[in-house]
């Protein structure tokens, strides 16, 4: 397994822009398919997108497609999710997720990731 930090949440306003970082330790994060998901209280982890190991590959979730990117830099250990004209719903708490083996077909599956990092608590205020 891969150990995961996210960082980079906060408090913006609605229309505003975050971007996440999650740094990986312990192995190289090139050979991993990495995905982003989010929990809003009371509600089930979601999938956000997921991103391929060369970074030539990313899908989303119809809500944030459009809004969000992200991007990875295997050179730095680091894939982030940029996070433009945030909404009050797009309040969770973020989490990466790392997979050396996942399939393309079951990127959204939260239960086919083995590594997550802790989470970052993001709030988009109206």
């Known amino acids: 397994q891969v150990q995961l930090v996210e960082s980079g949440g906060g408090l913006v306003q609605a229309g505003g822009s975050l971007r996440l970082s999650c740094a990986a330790s312990?192995?190289?994060?090139?050979?991993?398919?990495m995905g982003w998901f989010r929990q809003a209280p009371g509600k089930e982890r979601a999938f956000v997108g997921a991103v391929s190991r060369s970074g030539g590959i990313t899908y989303y979730a119809d809500s944030v497609k459009g809004r969000f990117t992200i991007s990875r830099d295997n050179a730095k250990n680091t894939v982030y999710l940029q996070m433009n004209s945030l909404k009050p719903e797009d309040t969770a708490v973020y989490y990466c997720?790392?997979?050396?083996?996942?399939?393309?077909?079951?990127?959204?599956?939260?239960?086919?990731?083995?590594?997550w990092g802790q989470g970052t608590q993001v709030t988009v205020s109206s």
């Open positions: 312990g192995r190289t994060l090139s050979g991993y398919v």
């Open positions: 997720a790392a997979d050396a083996r996942i399939l393309l077909r079951k990127w959204v599956l939260k239960d086919e990731y083995d590594s």
